[in-house]
């Protein structure tokens, strides 16, 4: 049977083996902290060997961290920027002035479709007249003095600004009855003014002008050329006009206030 233990070796047993105990947890953490301190050694070893940069986080990790919701844009479609197209503007056409130089002398103008010769003296401002008369006397042009027409392409003379044509003299009354001669249409004349003028006949003119068609009225041009014969009837004496007056009336005379 085993002795009973006293108090004090109850004591001193019980800090014996929490001396051991003391002893071993020592021990033990020291062998703890030697293989860390191992660890960590071969490992800074190896990076420093390898060259691989070593992160102190690495090896102890940090807490981690918190995820954070992560707003992901919504994409706006682009507005449609409106884009002006310019408006072609189509030019116009700038018409052009053409100063036409004040003329000194005569000129030569090209005939051109549709023209006459009355279109012409309009155009360049000159008598009818004196434009036949001068383009129909000329040596390099022929004017048809009984029909004068002209033609595309012929050169007309225009005469100097202010040029005029000779007076024709008068037939006296005291030429032969019957005498031929040629008389240059004027503007104005008809067959009958043309007969009264010369002291002909209408018929007579007609009979020697066959070119004059009768059934168109005796249809003249300024220019032409007809042959007239002269002094064929006695001219009648023109009747001054008397004034119609009252048996009995007085004239009176109003007089005129001078200034």
């Not at 947890?25 to 940069?53: D, H, M, P, R, S």
């Not at 070593?54 to 919504?74: H, R, V, Y």
């Not at 005569?106 to 434009?131: H, P």
Request: cysteine-free; aromatic content about 6%.
């Amino acid at each position: 049977m085993p002795k009973e233990e006293t108090p004090k070796q109850i004591i001193d047993s019980y800090r014996k083996h929490r001396g051991n105990s003391n002893q071993n947890w020592k021990t033990i953490l020291i062998f703890i902290l030697a293989a860390l301190l191992l660890i960590t050694g071969t490992g800074f070893l190896v990076f420093w060997l390898t060259g691989t940069e070593l992160s102190i986080g690495a090896i102890f990790p940090s807490d981690t961290p918190t995820p954070t919701n992560t707003l992901t844009p919504t994409p706006v479609p682009p507005t449609a920027t409106p884009t002006l197209s310019p408006t072609i503007v189509v030019p116009t056409d700038t018409p052009t002035v053409t100063l036409t130089p004040t003329r000194s002398g005569a000129v030569i103008y090209v005939a051109q479709e549709g023209d006459s010769l009355y279109i012409i003296a309009e155009e360049f401002d000159v008598d009818l007249l004196t434009l036949i008369i001068v383009n129909r006397n000329r040596e390099d042009f022929f004017l048809d003095p009984i029909n004068p027409y002209i033609r595309v392409g012929d050169e007309i003379l225009i005469p100097a600004p202010g040029e005029e044509i000779p007076t024709p003299t008068p037939i006296p009354v005291s030429a032969p009855p019957g005498m031929m001669v040629e008389y240059t249409v004027q503007p104005g004349d008809s067959v009958e003014g043309i007969a009264r003028k010369l002291r002909s006949t209408p018929e007579d003119i007609f009979a020697r002008n066959e070119f004059i068609e009768e059934d168109q009225d005796g249809q003249l041009f300024v220019g032409q050329i007809i042959n007239v014969r002269v002094n064929l009837v006695t001219p009648m004496p023109t009747k001054a006009a008397t004034p119609a007056t009252s048996p009995g009336s007085i004239s009176t005379l109003t007089p005129t206030a001078t200034p």
